[in-house]
């Protein structure tokens, strides 16, 4: 890490990649500190190498990533004329952000993304295996905060026979989806009979979030 850092003051890099044989707790606790205390032009990663051989074939190099910012995202296309929708998703969590922005455990606990047009935000709990999302499904009128298990089906598993404990430890019920015919996994909780036109539920709705996020990072990041 030391030299990481000095070649990345030496270099004036913006994203910098640290490689590990296996990521333990400190590494992954280092990059999530490094990329809630900086620049937000800079990025820090964290990637796991491994070497992969089919029957009798050269090893072949993988890396995978275990954590990085929250808010790194590949820029797309001018996605047009924004709907009211969508408008209306860009303003809650424009609105979301600014307030959570001065809650001092939720600033511990995440690194704020920036708020966008899409009907969700995504925040990480330090594994590349999952992460959280929260959710604005307008056609429900719901609100849901998920831990997303991308693809890790014996991770969703134990997580699974640990579901009493963990909903005990939440303060609430959590909807649990292997999705088997997929390989993505989910558990949500979820809020109903969201008007989120009625711009005076956001306040309360913004509590609702903020704490649900909190409470499932803890439950889970424990366990992950």
């Known amino acids: 890490m030391g030299k990481l850092i000095t070649y990345a003051a030496g270099k004036s890099a913006e994203v910098i990649i640290w490689v590990v044989k296996h990521a333990r707790d400190e590494h ?13 032009k800079i990025g820090f990663f964290l990637c796991e190498v491994k070497l992969y051989k089919i029957g009798n074939s050269d090893p072949a190099v993988k890396f995978d990533v275990v954590e990085k910012p929250n808010d790194w995202i590949k820029v797309g296309k001018d996605p047009g004329p924004v709907t009211s929708t969508q408008q209306l998703r860009y303003e ?18 995440f690194k704020l993304r920036k708020p966008g047009y899409d009907h969700w ?8 295996a999952c992460h959280l999302n929260i959710l604005q499904v307008q056609k429900n009128s719901e609100l849901d905060v998920e831990l997303y298990v991308s693809d890790d089906k014996d991770l969703y598993r134990s997580l699974h026979s640990a579901k009493r404990e963990i909903e005990s430890e939440c303060g609430f019920e959590l909807d649990w989806r292997e999705m088997s015919e997929k390989k993505a996994s989910r558990i949500i909780a979820r809020k109903e009979g969201v008007d989120f036109e009625d711009r005076k539920q956001w306040p309360e709705l913004f509590k609702w979030l903020s704490v649900t996020l909190l409470k499932m990072r803890e439950a889970f990041g424990k366990r992950i």
């Open 121 to 128: 935000l995504t925040f990480s709990v330090g594994s590349a």
């Open 28 to 40: 992954k606790a280092a990059i999530e500190w490094l990329n809630n205390h900086t620049d937000d």
């Open 92 to 109: 809650f969590w424009t609105a979301f952000l600014d307030c959570v922005g001065k809650d001092h455990a939720f600033l511990k606990a």
